[in-house]
């Protein structure tokens, strides 16, 4: 689950141009006005990947100044289902190894420090609670507290910003609107569905990546639901997100299947996939059917799920073995 999270953020911010977007419409208005018409660096790596809890992803980007200076903006997303109180330290912890990293072994370089302006993106079920400040921790009283300097992150719950404000962008809006609603139970996933697929532009690596995201965490979200949506806002591309599914089923089986042997998983897996189509498009599939399905040479899986989006009955798909 964790790792559907992480793909699919870094998806949305691995893209510079869609990393700016963000940037600018979740900063505070007082920084965003001052940051240049440039696009931001994203930095090679990540910084902190090594001493971050399985429950966060980050990325580092290096944007300039309309005055022509340069900060640092951290972006984080906490993917927990509850805000986490370390947070606070955590971040002050991530923004040293930044700055010491960029020192590495001068002296010289601490006084020239860039800034770093942490963003942080949650999408858990409870609102943010958590300090966002380290000196708000302190065990201080406010006479102690005014001398010391404030070292701020800047949450932004997209849990509690409506739909159609998480973005003007329309793909970062679609990105956002699959994260938000992940923890967030919702009677009829179909207008959701809708309205990601519509805001995506057709044939990117990042469309896919959003569909794979919403057909592996969303439970209610079927084939069936996809072919459905699909056919109705993009019928021209409805078998080409409808094979992402098969696609996806592989994948899963063929995880689920190390344990056992790869081989054997990705089979189970193509296997699956096959019957779930069938099922989606023409009912219950008829055990005869299904019988033969499972008997299928390993090698002749590929094609077979290929057919499966385009035949025009279940038994079609062994028409071309009854011929030979």
């Known amino acids: 689950m964790t790792q559907q999270h992480d793909l699919l953020f870094r998806a949305l911010v691995d893209d510079v141009a869609r990393a700016a977007v963000l940037i ?14 440039e696009l931001p660096v994203l930095l090679d790596g990540s910084f902190v990947d090594k001493t971050l809890t399985p429950s966060w992803t980050d990325r580092l980007f290096s944007v300039r100044l309309r005055d022509g200076g340069t900060i640092l903006v951290y972006v984080l997303l906490e993917h927990k289902s509850f805000p986490d109180p370390k947070t606070p330290l955590q ?20 006084r020239k420090l860039p800034p770093i ?6 999408h858990g079920r409870s609102n943010w609670k958590v300090p966002t400040s380290i000196v708000d921790c302190f065990d201080a009283d406010q006479g102690l507290a005014e001398y010391l300097r404030d070292l701020r992150y800047y949450v932004r719950n997209i849990g509690y910003i409506p739909d159609d404000e998480l973005s003007a962008d329309p793909e970062i809006r679609s ?7 992940v923890y967030r139970d919702g009677a009829n996933p179909e ?20 569909i794979r995201y919403m057909l592996e965490m969303y439970p209610l979200i079927t084939i069936d639901l996809l072919v459905k949506v699909a056919h109705r806002i993009k019928p021209h591309r409805e078998k080409d997100m409808v094979s992402l599914a ?30 779930i189509t069938l099922e989606a498009r023409f009912g219950e599939v008829p055990g005869e059917i299904e019988a033969r ?11 077979m799920l290929r057919r499966t989006c385009t035949v025009t009955s279940p038994e079609a798909l062994f028409s071309d073995q009854a011929r030979h």
């Open 24 to 37: 600018r419409d979740y900063l505070p208005e007082a920084i965003a006005c001052r940051l240049s018409d």
């Open 191 to 210: 207008p959701l569905l809708q309205t990601i697929l519509s805001g995506l532009r057709d044939g990117t690596p990042f469309e896919e990546q959003v």
């Open 175 to 181: 990105g956002l609107l699959s994260l938000k609603h």
């Open 117 to 122: 302006v942490p963003l942080v993106f949650y």
């Open 246 to 275: 098969p696609q996806e089923w592989i994948r899963q089986g063929k995880a689920e299947g190390i344990a056992e042997g790869e081989a054997k998983g990705e089979t189970k897996g193509k296997i699956a996939s096959v019957l």
């Open 91 to 110: 971040v002050l912890g991530y923004m040293v190894d930044i700055w010491q990293r960029l020192v590495d072994g001068d002296p010289g370089k601490i």
């Open 293 to 303: 399905v499972r008997q299928t040479a390993p090698e002749m899986l590929d094609d």
